[in-house]
C-alpha cells in the first residue's frame, strides 16, 4: 500500500485501516501525521488544501486522514477535542502536535520532523 499513495492524503475509514498506518509508523525512521478532522468543522475544511500540499511537498511522510465522527472511538483514544487535531507519529509513539488550523505551525513541524526522518 505505498507508492499509488506517495504525496497524498489518504483518509482511513476503517479501524483495520486505521491500524495498517499505525503499524508503518513502526517503520524505522517513518513519519506518520494523522490529520483529525470533521465534515462539519469551518478549519478543517480551510486547511485541507494545505495538508493535501504538505503531502505532495514531503512524500517520504504518511499523511492520514481520520473522520472524528466515523471512527469514533480513534478520537476518543487520542483524546481529539478540537478540529482539526494533528499528531505526529514516529516508532508508535506520539512526539508532536497540532490543534487549530495553524499553517506556519503545521508545516515547521512536518518539516523538522521529516528531516529526522530523510536523514537515515
Same mark, same amino acid.
Not at 506517495?6 to 494523522?34: R, T, W
Not at 517520504?60 to 477535542?81: C, P
Not at 482539526?84 to 503545521?106: M, N, Q, S, Y
Given at each position: 500500500? +505505498? $507508492?499509488?499513495?506517495? !504525496?497524498?492524503?489518504? =483518509? %482511513?475509514? #476503517?479501524?483495520? @485501516?486505521?491500524?495498517?498506518?499505525?503499524?508503518? #509508523?513502526?517503520?524505522?525512521?517513518? &513519519?506518520?501525521?494523522?490529520?483529525? *478532522? /470533521?465534515?462539519? $468543522? !469551518?478549519? %478543517?475544511?480551510?486547511? *485541507?488544501?494545505?495538508? +493535501?500540499? &504538505? /503531502?505532495?511537498?514531503?512524500?517520504?511522510?504518511?499523511?492520514?486522514?481520520?473522520?472524528?465522527?466515523? &471512527?469514533?472511538?480513534? #478520537?476518543?483514544?487520542?483524546?481529539?477535542? =478540537?478540529?482539526? *487535531?494533528?499528531?505526529?507519529?514516529?516508532? !508508535?509513539?506520539?512526539?508532536?502536535?497540532?490543534? =487549530? @488550523?495553524?499553517?506556519?505551525?503545521?508545516? #515547521?513541524?512536518?518539516? &523538522?520532523? $521529516? /528531516?529526522?526522518?530523510?536523514? @537515515?
Amino acid at each position: 500500500m +505505498a $507508492s499509488s499513495e506517495e !504525496g497524498q492524503v489518504i =483518509g %482511513c475509514h #476503517s479501524l483495520d @485501516a486505521f491500524k495498517y498506518y499505525m503499524e508503518k #509508523s513502526n517503520e524505522p525512521n517513518q &513519519l506518520v501525521v494523522i490529520n483529525f *478532522t /470533521a465534515t462539519w $468543522s !469551518g478549519p %478543517c475544511r480551510l486547511i *485541507t488544501p494545505v495538508v +493535501a500540499e &504538505l /503531502a505532495k511537498e514531503f512524500p517520504q511522510v504518511i499523511f492520514i486522514k481520520v473522520d472524528v465522527d466515523e &471512527l469514533r472511538t480513534v #478520537s476518543i483514544d487520542f483524546r481529539v477535542d =478540537g478540529m482539526p *487535531t494533528f499528531l505526529f507519529v514516529k516508532e !508508535g509513539i506520539i512526539v508532536d502536535g497540532v490543534v =487549530g @488550523a495553524r499553517v506556519e505551525e503545521l508545516k #515547521s513541524k512536518t518539516n &523538522l520532523h $521529516s /528531516a529526522v526522518t530523510s536523514s @537515515a
